[in-house]
Nanobody, 113 residues
Framework: QVRLVESGGGLVQPGGSLRLSCTAA????????MGWYRQAPGRQREMVAL???????DYASSVKGRFTISKEKNRNILYLQMDSLKPEDTAIYYC???????WGQGIQVTVSS
């Protein structure tokens, strides 16, 4: 059974940084295709960043150059480093294991002064 638990969200001022973590059980993160997604109020869930089992990455155009997706092999964790945050980045962020389609419960990120 796959279990994904996000952490690291919260309230941050515009221009600030946060690092989200997704701790996994039941899969090996380093060998999995995974991603971060987000859903803002009144909007559909959208892809933010993807990373394949071989480490290739892809980003939504709205976050390219500001967000970085990575894996920590020894601790089985997926990260999303978010820099230069904007109010429009406010959303619930979810991690996902893309082969089985397993989702975490989501974590709130709010960017506001």
């Amino acid at each position: 059974q796959v279990r994904l638990v996000e952490s690291g969200g919260g309230l941050v001022q515009p221009g600030g940084s946060l690092r989200l973590s997704c701790t996994a059980a039941g899969i090996i993160v380093s060998m999995s295709d995974m991603g971060w997604y987000r859903q803002a109020p009144g909007r559909q869930r959208e892809m933010v960043a993807l990373i394949t089992n071989s480490g290739d990455t892809d980003y939504a155009s709205s976050v390219k150059g500001r967000f970085t997706i990575s894996k920590e092999k020894n601790r089985n964790i997926l990260y999303l480093q978010m820099d230069s945050l904007k109010p429009e980045d406010t959303a619930i962020y979810y991690c996902r294991e893309n082969f089985r389609g397993s989702w975490g419960q989501g974590i709130q990120v709010t960017v506001s002064s």
